[in-house]
């Protein structure tokens, strides 16, 4: 095919105009294989992933391999996993000459891969390089690369890898770097491997790992190869081995040959030798290595006991500190060895206390990490001191606030460090002397503001944080309280506008408030970016959910799990790089990590939970474009969600979810204020079991809806075997989620089994007919009515909605379609439509009860205008910007959750009996 046909196309894609390229390319003959990849890309590209997989699939032609699955294929049973792929297997067809074309293979993959279709790219180039020899030294490698994308987002280990295995000792004949690559494969397929099967090849893949690397070390050897020789002997725990071969690894550089031996003697309870290693490690680290210390002070004790380990300790400090200028880690040894003689009976507290006296005297008023570094210490002081102890400590560390109060307007950061150190300590070790909060906010507000072109925080913003720490302490804070924490904290971010701790302390404080809108925007002038969604979405998504704020809860959920798709495959390429580079312990770093974080994020499962949630409020109308919500559309948006269950990176995965799966908690807490409690791991597993719950329900009812039919002249016709198998499949997940302490769950339930039992007669019982099965639902309606009335909504208005009255309505809604098919329409005088209206009656009373919730708190807030308390430090204005945020946040929040009720109350009005 001619260049000028082709090239059209490539500018179009160069000019991100897909729509054009693809156009472009359609015009192509189908013999075109390059034209029809291009096509695939520019339809993946363009967003139309149906198309781009159905021009591979005519591209390939390989019979029997499908890209898409039947809905009905999993429907039944969405806990099916699916099969594992056999990688031998490949298609029996000739491989075509023009599709061995390095630029097309290229553009197939990356449309491939993008598509979630990884597997298919292995086997492409498996397939490639079966047929055709001459291109084998570009598709070999090509595979293995595809192999990592499978094993980077898939649990799945031994088959990929069995075959990974294979390939890279095939191509460690034509160089080295191969030959590493198979001594890498083969301890992931052993660290990757369930150790509980008894199986001998499996014993032999560290001896493979070890024989290879060894190999590799003696012919080029690298320092990345060396460390993969270790790191395979370490597997093994061969500690002893490991000191053998130190000789043979003389391009590691000595530091690295000590930090090996430390970790090898200590293993062998070799403690003078770990001891005399630390020694020497530390004399070549200039004593500076805070975790070699600790080696050697947990050496030395195993040794000798406390008494040698501070002879030893002390001598080396001596002779390091005469070499050098005070240094941080030397002095906080002398810390580190007062606590360890508290643990072993040879020191007192007051010995502790001294340590950290000296400490804070030398270097309080030079770096504002020095509460950081005495924490731990001092929160053993707090632990074991005597009254006496805790007055002398007290008395010191007033004596150091006194020796450092700034005179107004004095511009002294050492003063400042100094003061804000002595503070800290008063609040940790919660004593008397500790200021009022009016003293710290006066102390931060006289400090002056320094003009910085950068995007730095102000010296003094630690202050502020501490008055509103003092300020909210104790019991629940009042209004006013919240209001004038908010207010000195956004005077704060006047002065210090990039200071995210600030923004996070507000955030804490407005939610106290109500004031969800004004959250939303301190969060995203936080600007948080790729990694950061995993670890600080944590701190917003309760609180949108909370004010009603649905769509940008999903923008943040969104925005997270586009973040893992794109993590999935960079994370590939890094691999890759890495593995093309020879640097196998960035190569095993990747992996772990995306392995066993990444893919097992709480804060992803998290994300699916709120998509799952949230999509059917994304619109005025509730479900009028996403979510199952009892609609005509359903089927469908069920069925595009079957198809996806199995995709890990989608939204609907979650209805999988393994129960048993490890979770991986991301989130970094560290960022919280003082007084922000996050909730725990567990908790926010427990919710997404619940999410899975209520989703899985709602597919599999859908579904049941799907095949049910209503009786045929009074009688019902017989189950046929697809219904017979949902209905058995939505009565077993009802039996999993038995054991629940919330009724919504069990309001839940009920619903479920209501549908079941109409549409079914499941579970069996004697003389099936359509009057038992109308007495069977009467007695389910009864029980949903009495739960609802016996409901107290413990939280917030706003995640109630989500969480439970969204899934509560579609199954109402459900259930009104199957009585209507059974003949039992909502104008019917019989008793089973009196017992569904007066279920709707009461969740609309419920419903009732939240509206005014609603609306008696806007009224509230209108009513009581805080004035502006007479402290002087307070600015008017801001005082009232955040009451303006405060009232502006509750009326959105009133407009948007009054809304959805009005909608649920109306719906729930059409089942009234006139």
């Avoid at 001891?275 to 004790?301: E, Y």
């Avoid at 300590?425 to 906010?441: E, H, I, N, S």
């Avoid at 999903?554 to 999935?568: G, P």
């Avoid at 890094?574 to 990747?590: M, P, Q, V």
């Amino acid at each position: 095919m001619s260049n000028t046909r082709l090239n059209p196309i490539y500018v179009a894609l160069d000019s991100h105009q897909y729509a054009r390229a693809a156009k472009l390319a359609a015009t192509l003959p189908t013999s075109n294989r390059l034209g029809r990849a291009l096509l695939a890309y520019a339809y993946y590209k363009s967003g139309q992933t149906s198309s781009a997989k159905k021009v591979i699939e005519e591209i390939l032609d390989w019979d029997g391999e499908k890209v898409e699955c039947d809905a009905d294929d999993i429907s039944e049973s969405l806990e099916v996993k699916p099969n594992k792929t056999d990688w031998s297997n490949l298609p029996t067809k000739l491989c075509p000459p023009d599709l061995a074309d390095e630029t097309t293979l290229d553009t197939l993959s990356i449309t491939m891969i993008g598509i979630n279709m990884s597997e298919m790219v292995y086997k492409l180039y498996a397939w490639v390089g079966e047929y055709h020899a001459t291109i084998r030294l570009f598709s070999q490698p090509k595979q293995f690369v595809a192999g990592l994308q499978i094993l980077v987002q898939s649990d799945r280990n031994d088959a990929i890898l069995e075959s990974m295995q294979a390939l890279a000792l095939q191509m460690s004949r034509i160089s080295p770097l191969y030959t590493a690559w198979a001594a890498r494969t083969a301890l992931w397929q052993w660290q990757f491997a369930d150790k509980k099967v008894d199986d001998v090849r499996l014993q032999m893949l560290p001896r493979l790992a070890e024989s290879l690397a060894e190999k590799v070390v003696e012919a080029s050897g690298t320092i990345e190869d060396c460390q993969l020789w270790v790191q395979i002997l370490r597997s093994q725990s061969k500690w002893e081995g490991i000191l053998d071969i130190l000789p043979k690894l003389a391009k590691m550089p000595p530091v690295q040959i000590l930090e090996i031996s430390i970790e090898c003697h200590t293993n062998l309870e070799q403690w003078g030798r770990a001891q005399n290693a630390c020694v020497d490690l530390l004399r070549k680290q200039s004593g500076g290595q805070w975790s070699t210390w600790k080696s050697l002070i947990a050496c030395s004790l195993e040794k000798g006991g406390f008494e040698e380990t501070e002879c030893v300790s002390k001598k080396l400090l001596d002779e390091l500190q005469s070499s050098l200028q005070q240094d941080r880690t030397l002095s906080l040894v002398f810390c580190e060895l007062a606590l360890v003689g508290i643990q072993h009976r040879s020191k007192k507290t007051i010995d502790l206390q001294m340590a950290i006296q000296d400490y804070a005297n030398a270097f309080s008023s030079k770096m504002s990490c020095v509460f950081e570094d005495l924490e731990s210490y001092l929160n053993k002081f707090i632990e074991t001191a005597n009254k006496d102890e805790v007055e002398a400590m007290s008395n010191w560390v007033d004596d150091l606030r006194q020796a450092n109060i700034l005179e107004k307007g004095e511009e002294n950061c050492y003063k400042l460090r100094s003061l804000i150190f002595s503070l800290q300590v008063m609040r940790k070790c919660k004593f008397d002397q500790l200021p009022k909060w009016t003293y710290v906010a006066d102390a931060w507000i006289s400090f002056p503001t320094t003009a910085s072109i950068q995007k730095e925080n102000q010296p003094s913003d630690e202050l502020v944080l501490l008055a509103v720490d003092r300020l909210l302490e104790g019991e629940e804070p009042g209004k006013e309280d919240l209001l004038t924490a908010a207010t000195m904290l956004e005077m704060g971010l006047k002065k210090s506008s990039y200071n995210p701790y600030l923004k996070l302390r507000l955030l804490d404080v407005y939610r106290g408030l109500g004031a969800c809108d004004r959250c939303w925007e301190l969060f995203q002038d936080l600007g948080i970016k790729h990694i950061q969604f995993d670890s600080c979405t944590y701190l917003i998504l309760p609180i949108l959910l909370e004010g009603g704020l649905y769509e940008q809860a999903l923008v943040v959920a969104n925005e997270t799990l586009k973040f893992h798709i794109s993590t999935i495959s960079d994370t590939s390429n890094f691999i890759s790089r890495a593995l093309e580079n020879g640097n196998w312990s960035k190569a095993d770093e990747f992996l772990n990590f995306q392995r066993k974080r990444m893919n097992n994020s709480l804060t992803l499962l998290q994300s699916k939970g709120v998509i799952m949630d949230c999509a059917p409020l994304m619109t005025e109308r509730v479900a009028s474009a996403h979510g199952i919500f009892g609609g005509d559309d359903d089927l469908e948006r069920a069925t595009r969600m079957l198809r996806e269950v199995h995709n890990t990176m989608g939204a609907p995965s979650l209805v999988c979810m393994d129960e048993k799966q490890l979770i991986s908690d991301n989130r970094d807490l560290s960022i919280l204020p003082v007084g922000m409690v996050a909730s725990t791991s567990e908790e926010i597993r427990q919710g997404v079991l619940q999410k899975k719950f209520y989703h899985g329900i709602l597919l599999r009812a859908v579904m049941i809806l799907d095949v049910m039919k209503g009786p045929k002249k009074g009688k019902v016709i017989q189950r046929s075997e697809i219904l017979t198998k949902r209905c058995d499949n939505l009565l077993q997940v009802i039996k999993k989620g038995e054991s629940s302490n919330c009724r919504w769950v069990d309001l839940v339930k009920v619903l479920s089994r209501m549908i079941v039992v109409v549409t079914s007669g499941m579970p069996l019982v004697e003389g099936d007919s359509l009057k038992l099965r109308e007495g069977r639902a009467i007695e389910l309606a009864k029980e949903g009515s009495s739960i609802i009335q016996e409901m107290e909504n413990g939280q917030s208005i706003g995640l109630t909605i989500v969480q439970h009255l969204v899934p509560t309505m579609a199954l109402i809604k459900m259930i009104a379609k199957i009585f209507h098919a059974f003949g039992w329409g909502k104008r019917k005088k019989k008793e089973i439509v009196k017992t569904l209206a007066a279920l709707a009656a009461s969740l609309k009373s419920c419903m009732s009860t939240m509206l005014q919730q609603v609306e008696s708190s806007l009224v509230m807030n209108v009513a009581a205008v805080n004035p502006m308390p007479s402290i002087i430090i307070l600015d008017s204005s801001v005082w009232d910007e955040v009451q303006s945020y405060v009232h502006a946040s509750k009326v959105g929040m009133q407009g948007r959750l009054s809304r959805i009720l009005h909608e649920f109350m109306a719906e729930l009005d059409t089942f009234k009996q006139t």
